[in-house]
């Protein structure tokens, strides 16, 4: 069936350094690629999404990539600080109608 | 607009006991998906309805099951409880359902912790 992968499943990094987080999908069908960050006992929270018309989308500090080719996106934070510090997940809509997240990414900003 | 909520916010069962947990979606969306989330396994799908018709399912047993109402809330049931369900339950909801492979931005509630013992 469809998969999504995403790695790594922990990262650390320096504040004000860049995060980068990783994801392929399996189904060449996929054309709608959101992301969520999820803090500790909250609900995940769209932060940005992307669909497969489009090669790179920037909001601030966040953008996303898509090479559909290849079949992969990733997640790019830049300038990070310590309210970054979350659970970050990739999510890829497949052929059959439904939203496929990856595992998710503990991304934690050290001081 | 009010977020998505969902009733109750915690609860504790034991292993054989039935659960039903409630979801309101963001006023004016008609589609609801419920997720589990467990520590390592992310998000799973578990189904998604759509004006009072399940639309879509993912791979859970018979046990679990939902339903939806004409104002759009959902419910969501698991009978005959394994200590395997304790679990995030979140509910996401969409203006639109996602149709012909085109994805609409889903919403999530807090969610349902329920813990199986």
């Known amino acids: 069936g469809e998969n999504v992968e995403q790695h790594p499943s922990t990262l650390s990094v320096q504040e004000g350094d860049s995060a980068v987080i990783k994801c392929t999908y399996s189904?060449?069908?996929?054309?709608?690629f959101p992301w969520y960050k999820q803090e500790l006992g909250k609900r995940p929270q769209l932060i940005i999404d992307?669909?497969?018309?489009?090669g790179e989308k920037k909001d601030q500090r966040i953008a996303v990539t898509l090479n559909k080719t290849a079949k992969h996106f990733s997640l790019h934070i830049t300038e990070t600080q310590p309210e970054d510090s979350a659970v970050y997940f990739c999510?890829?809509?497949?052929?059959?109608?439904?939203?496929?997240f990856g595992k998710g990414t503990r991304l934690h900003i050290l001081p | 607009k009010a977020g998505v909520t969902q009733t109750p916010r915690y609860l504790i069962k034991t292993r054989g006991q039935q659960v039903t947990l409630s979801c309101s979606p963001i006023?004016?969306?008609?589609?609801v998906s419920w997720y589990q989330q467990t520590p390592g396994q992310g998000l799973q799908f578990l189904f998604e309805?759509?004006?009072?018709?399940?639309?879509n399912k993912g791979n859970f047993p018979g046990r679990f099951s939902g339903r939806q109402f004409s104002n759009s809330r959902s419910e969501m049931n698991v009978s005959t409880l394994e200590l395997g369900d304790s679990a995030l339950y979140l509910c996401?909801?969409?203006?639109?359902?996602?149709?012909?492979?085109?994805?609409?931005?889903?919403?999530f509630g807090p969610g349902t912790r329920l813990l199986v013992l």
């Open positions: 189904d060449s069908a996929s054309n709608y």
């Open positions: 309805y759509f004006s009072e018709t399940q639309r």
């Open positions: 999510a890829a809509s497949s052929r059959d109608d439904k939203i496929i």
């Open positions: 992307i669909r497969s018309n489009v």
């Open positions: 006023s004016g969306h008609r589609s």
């Open positions: 996401a909801s969409s203006p639109k359902r996602t149709s012909g492979g085109i994805g609409e931005t889903q919403y």
